[in-house]
């Protein structure tokens, strides 16, 4: 007889990241999916928590919901904290009492953006803003909650097709500007929305509660915004002469890690993910953002 299926909860899904599970889904035919928008479930209402749970019963929930606005973060802090940390402890609770794996997506801002090599996962964690502090509360959340099979995954600079993210709004600046100021002076590595989603269909098969814990997952190389903004403009040939800028010139109200690139051995090393070059990723992205 066939092994039956593992049965995917996926929250948020009208996120990017959720919406890029959905587009990639039908080619997983290992897996069925549950897909559910924050109207259909509110991860911070228990009762409802409790009864989608118990009525879909799934093998595994991943958790795309979030809080995601950084700079409204500073002045909605409970918000925050509702939604990336109660919203995540009480997942951690269902996912306990009904022997249900976790995936749950985290961020860089855990960290304060001074160290000078890549985060591993062990590093000392210092958010800067409401927003980190909202994320790394929720990553305690899970993982005081005992959970036999978890993962928090945590990432930096995502995007893709869907939703609001660097690429698309560079996109749209470049067909009203001739001219832009980016910032040059804050490092990182932009991920691919796909490729994360790929190497979470990567792992669901491969977790057991020996490999469970904190994992960080971006694309290879390092960038800073400028040289993202440039190499989305050189591939578009869009005519925007961009000029790099230093972070004071663009004061925001959550302040932004200087160094966010992640070590990503870990994940690489325990599941054999693929974290391909993000010049590559953000390539393959236009390609399907200019068809
Ligand atoms: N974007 C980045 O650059 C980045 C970087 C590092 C880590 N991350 C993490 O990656 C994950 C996915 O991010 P994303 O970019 O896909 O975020 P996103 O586009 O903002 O999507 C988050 C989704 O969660 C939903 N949501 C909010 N509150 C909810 C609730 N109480 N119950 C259920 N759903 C709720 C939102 O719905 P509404 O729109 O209706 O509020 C939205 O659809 C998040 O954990 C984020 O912290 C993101």
């Given at each position: 007889m066939a092994a039956s299926r593992i049965k995917i909860l996926v929250t948020g899904s009208e996120g990017q990241l959720g919406k890029t599970i959905a587009d990639l889904a039908p080619h997983q035919h290992q897996y069925t999916f549950i897909f559910l928008s924050r109207t259909q479930l509110d991860i911070t209402h228990a009762q409802q928590l409790e009864a989608v749970i118990t009525k879909q019963q799934p093998d595994?929930?991943?958790?795309?919901?979030?809080?995601?606005?950084?700079?409204?973060?500073?002045d909605n802090?409970?918000?925050?904290?509702?939604?990336?940390?109660?919203?995540?402890?009480?997942?951690?609770?269902?996912?306990?009492?009904?022997?249900?794996?976790?995936?749950?997506?985290?961020?860089?801002?855990?960290?304060?953006?001074?160290?000078?090599?890549?985060?591993?996962?062990?590093?000392?964690i210092n958010p800067q803003t409401v927003y980190g502090q909202s994320k790394r509360a929720g990553e305690e959340a899970i993982l005081e909650a005992?959970?036999?099979?978890?993962?928090?995954?945590?990432?930096?600079?995502?995007?893709?097709?869907?939703?609001?993210?660097?690429?698309?709004?560079?996109?749209?600046?470049?067909?009203?500007?001739?001219?832009?100021?980016?910032?040059?002076?804050?490092?990182?590595?932009?991920?691919?929305?796909?490729?994360l989603t790929k190497a979470i269909f990567t792992i669901i098969p491969q977790l057991t509660p020996a490999n469970s814990g904190v994992y960080h997952y971006s694309n290879s190389g390092r960038a800073t915004w400028f040289d993202f903004a440039q190499f989305i403009f050189e591939n578009c040939e869009l005519k925007v002469s961009v000029e790099p800028v230093a972070t004071l010139?663009?004061?925001?109200?959550?302040?932004?890690?200087?160094?966010?690139?992640?070590?990503?051995?870990?994940?690489?090393?325990?599941?054999?993910?693929?974290?391909?070059?993000?010049?590559?990723?953000?390539?393959?992205?236009?390609?399907?953002v200019n068809s």
């Open positions: 595994i929930i991943v958790n795309t919901a979030a809080y995601t606005a950084v700079d409204a973060a500073e802090r409970q918000q925050a904290f509702a939604i990336n940390q109660q919203g995540p402890q009480l997942l951690a609770g269902v996912c306990k009492k009904h022997e249900i794996a976790l995936i749950h997506i985290s961020t860089d801002y855990v960290f304060d953006g001074q160290a000078q090599q890549p985060y591993k996962e062990n590093d000392t005992g959970l036999s099979r978890f993962l928090i995954i945590r990432t930096s600079w995502l995007y893709g097709v869907h939703g609001h993210n660097f690429l698309k709004t560079m996109l749209r600046l470049g067909q009203e500007r001739s001219h832009l100021n980016v910032v040059n002076d804050q490092q990182g590595i932009p991920t691919s929305v796909i490729d010139q663009f004061p925001t109200p959550a302040k932004r890690p200087e160094y966010s690139v992640l070590n990503c051995d870990k994940i690489r090393n325990t599941f054999g993910v693929k974290t391909p070059d993000w010049k590559k990723s953000a390539a393959s992205i236009l390609s399907i």
